[in-house]
């Protein structure tokens, strides 16, 4: 089979896609045929190993995993002889941000990674609706969120972002993002009520108060975000900020008016369960951008790190044509 391998943390040069021996289910696995993944923000964190914390995860010296890729959708192909809950055929998706080995034709993992995919939704929409969708579950489920409040999310337009606002449409808040120009129909559409273009103007000039303010690109500070917050305001960041500081603000700020929440990840056996209703009931639906053969992931994760994409970047292993970028 063919798949992603990177030997050592670098740039997306390094990466290499190779001839590999498809790999065999133990007696409490499934084997996958990949159907879909993307190159998010996670994928390039594993494959770069920055921050340096990730080092500790991942393997300090040399990655433990060779094969690159963190979400994954596909098909059962065949089962360990200890495996009930999922049959030959099923349609499934998956998240392990510490590497699933997706980003290839196949993949064995336990079942506990597993999920099925609504019947509503493709492998691209299933893919899709991951790593964002988790990291956003954490945002919303942080705070107690009540009607009338107001939301600012930074960033609303990547994986995270987007999933964080069709979440937090369900509630009767006032949800106020950023974003650049060429994306401002597409946050109207999600259900923004206020635009800031960052291109034009920073957020943090303005005069509007917010209880919370979700960073989810990690691009500000809670130091520029203090003044925009209500009494009792929290600021979430996806990042840990500039040395490291969203780690140590929880504790400094707790005794505050104004707090930091680190949101620190909730187990995928939430928010998957959780992602997969949203899509079942069509509250939720990920933002494309664009996709690519695995021959050209490259390319793609030169794409993502530029921090440039909108929702999500896809590869496309079903073998089905790729034209021009796309939104969804």
């Not at 010296?61 to 200890?82: Q, S, Y």
Request: charged content about 25%; aromatic content about 10%; proline content about 4%.
């Amino acid at each position: 089979m063919k798949a992603s391998i990177r030997i050592k943390y670098g740039s997306p040069s390094q990466i290499k896609i190779e001839q590999i021996k498809e790999p065999i289910p133990k007696g409490d696995e499934v084997l996958i045929r990949v159907y879909a993944t993307t190159v998010n923000r996670t994928d390039c964190a594993n494959l770069t190993a920055k921050p340096f914390i990730m080092r500790f995860v991942l393997g300090l010296l040399r990655p433990r995993k060779t094969i690159l890729g963190t979400d994954f959708a596909g098909e059962v192909i065949t089962t360990g002889k200890n495996v009930k809950s999922f049959n030959v055929g099923d349609k499934v998706f998956g998240f392990i941000d510490t590497g699933a080995d997706s980003q290839a034709e196949y993949l064995t993992t336990t079942v506990e990674n597993v999920f099925p995919i609504p019947e509503n939704i493709d492998y691209k929409q299933a893919a899709a609706s991951l790593e964002g969708a988790h990291y956003a579950y954490s945002f919303i489920h942080k705070v107690n969120i009540e009607s009338g409040q107001s939301i600012l999310i930074n960033g609303a337009t990547g994986g995270i972002g987007s999933a964080l606002l069709q979440f937090a449409r369900q509630y009767d808040v006032k949800i106020t993002v950023t974003c650049n120009t060429k994306n401002t129909k597409l946050m109207q559409s999600l259900g923004a009520d206020k635009i800031y273009d960052y291109t034009k103007e920073d957020f943090t000039d303005s005069n509007d108060k917010y209880d919370f303010v979700f960073d989810t690109v990690g691009k500000s500070t809670f130091g520029k975000c203090k003044l925009i917050l209500k009494e009792k305001g929290i600021y979430i960041s996806s990042e840990l900020g500039p040395y490291s500081q969203n780690i140590f603000y929880p504790l400094l700020t707790s005794i505050l008016s104004k707090k930091v929440i680190f949101p620190i990840p909730y187990n995928k056996q939430k928010t998957i369960p959780y992602i997969s209703n949203h899509l079942r009931t069509e509250i939720f639906r990920p933002v494309i951008d664009r996709e690519y053969f695995l021959d050209d992931i490259s390319k793609a994760y030169e794409y993502v790190i530029k921090g440039q994409k909108t929702g999500n970047v896809l590869i496309n292993l079903k073998n089905e044509s790729t034209t021009s970028p796309k939104l969804h």
